[in-house]
């Protein structure tokens, strides 16, 4: 199971559903990135784009690439807190106070079980990032 779940976490990082994600600021505060602070005033609009931001090479080794893998083992798990599908990482919870998806849990669990369950008719399948070929029907 721990390779499904990387694989739908991958495929959440590599195409996220909801692309762009609005909020408002609660307070004045800086937001930082690698390389840039903006002083953020209390009120003001702001809207992430999560294609780009899932795409940063700082924390995804080759971002462009498919890499169903990548979210398995010790270092896998890490990059969780950088995973941003649901307006929040996915090692955060939806709470009272945090306004991120409350089917957050349910959405890679229930996709990890459709994924494992078709995997099952297959012996053997091979593809790339593009395409998916089932070599051997499963008897
Ligand atoms: C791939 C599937 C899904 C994606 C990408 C997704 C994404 C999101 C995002 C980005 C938000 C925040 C929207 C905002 O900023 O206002 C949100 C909120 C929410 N989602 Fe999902 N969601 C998914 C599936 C689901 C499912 C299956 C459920 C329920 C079973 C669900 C329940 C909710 C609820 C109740 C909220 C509102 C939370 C709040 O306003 O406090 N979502 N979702």
């Known amino acids: 199971m721990p390779n499904i779940r990387s694989l739908v976490w991958e495929t ?3 195409k996220p ?4 994600q609005y ?3 609660r307070k004045d505060f800086r937001l930082s990135s690698h390389d840039a602070s903006f002083e953020i005033k209390k009120g003001e609009l702001l809207c992430g784009y999560l294609p ?5 090479p700082v924390i995804f080794n080759d ?3 498919f890499q169903p893998d990548r979210f398995v083992g010790e270092k896998g798990t890490e990059l969780l807190k950088y995973l941003y599908w649901s307006n929040g990482p996915e090692t955060g919870d939806p709470t009272a106070t945090n306004k991120q998806c409350m089917g957050k849990d ?7 079980m459709l994924v494992a ?4 008719r ?7 990032f593009t395409t998916i070929t089932a070599l051997d029907v499963a008897k």
Not at 17 to 20: A, D, G, K, R, Y
Not at 122 to 128: A, L, P, R, T, W
């Open 52 to 56: 780009l931001v899932m795409r940063d």
């Open 63 to 65: 971002p462009d690439t």
């Open 117 to 120: 369950y078709l995997l099952r």
């Open 106 to 112: 349910y959405v890679t669990l229930s996709a990890s």
């Open 23 to 25: 909020s408002r600021a």
């Open 122 to 128: 297959y012996d053997s399948i091979s593809g790339d």
């Open 17 to 20: 559903p909801v692309p762009t």
């Open 12 to 14: 959440l990082r590599f």
